[in-house]
């Protein structure tokens, strides 16, 4: 197995501006450098996690939903979606898919003893793969609805490999009442440091898109928005007092649920 260790990859510079431990120096030396532009980058790495806990815990309480695929899901680390989501009801099950080999490393090894989750080696960008995958197969029925999971993964794709219909072969493989949590990465709030960060991303030869709230607006066509809509991850349905949160140029991510 190629780990690929002299390369940054983004799910380990995600585990590292998170204050996880399983990355590299490659890693650290890429996030670092996106830090020089964006100092507050950690910042919006733990609000984007944080959105993701409060958006997986309203489709298991309000949505009724039970099974999960978390698409370029990165490292497990705390408050991940099977946690979140069997808290609530022990029962959910949840699919992990990175193509990191690291991820399905580790992460294989810290759920070994979960039998409700697994971690899938397979891409975004190679649907077919990661829906026949056994481990698929055997947690997800796909005559039920699903939670689908494309959180800080999207900016990753190029618009020459058409995000959007990426989107769309996620909801043709997903009953009525499946429900998609999407975040993304804007140059909307903060242009100066957010391309600064894009910039160094892409010279560590990692693809990062950022997109307008209009761009990411279009992955949620056809879709009904769930309330309170598109929002900096920040802000959606927060319960930190308003004067406690922070800034939106500081977060400059943003996020939403849409029911199919």
Do not use: C
């Amino acid at each position: 197995m190629d780990l690929r260790t002299d390369q940054p990859h983004s799910a380990r510079m995600y585990d590292y501006l998170l204050g996880g431990k399983d990355h590299y120096a490659v890693d650290v030396e890429a996030a670092e450098k996106a830090l020089a532009s964006f100092p507050l980058l950690r910042t919006a790495a733990r609000e984007n996690r944080k959105f993701l806990g409060r958006a997986v815990r309203h489709l298991v309480e309000e949505a009724g939903i039970r099974q999960f695929i978390d698409l370029g899901s990165g490292l497990p680390t705390a408050e991940n979606v099977h946690q979140v989501a069997q808290r609530v009801d022990p029962a959910s099950r949840v699919v992990y898919v990175d193509n990191d080999p690291i991820v399905l490393v580790h992460g294989s090894a810290l759920l070994a003893k979960n039998a409700q989750t697994a971690v899938v080696q397979g891409d975004i960008r190679d649907l077919g793969a990661v829906f026949e995958h056994p481990s698929t197969r055997r947690l997800i029925d796909f005559s039920e609805p699903v939670g689908v999971l494309a959180v800080a993964i999207l900016h990753f794709v190029g618009d020459d490999e058409n995000p959007a219909g990426i989107v769309r072969t996620l909801r043709e493989a997903v009953p009525a009442g499946s429900h998609f949590i999407l975040s993304h990465a804007t140059a909307d709030i903060a242009p100066e440091a957010a391309l600064g960060v894009q910039t160094a991303y892409r010279a560590q030869g990692v693809p990062l898109t950022l997109r307008t709230r209009e761009e990411f607006a279009v992955f949620f066509d056809g879709l009904e928005l769930i309330e309170p809509g598109i929002e900096v991850v920040s802000e959606w349905r927060s319960t930190v007092p308003e004067a406690e949160r922070p800034a939106h140029a500081d977060v400059s991510w943003y996020g939403g649920i849409g029911r199919q």
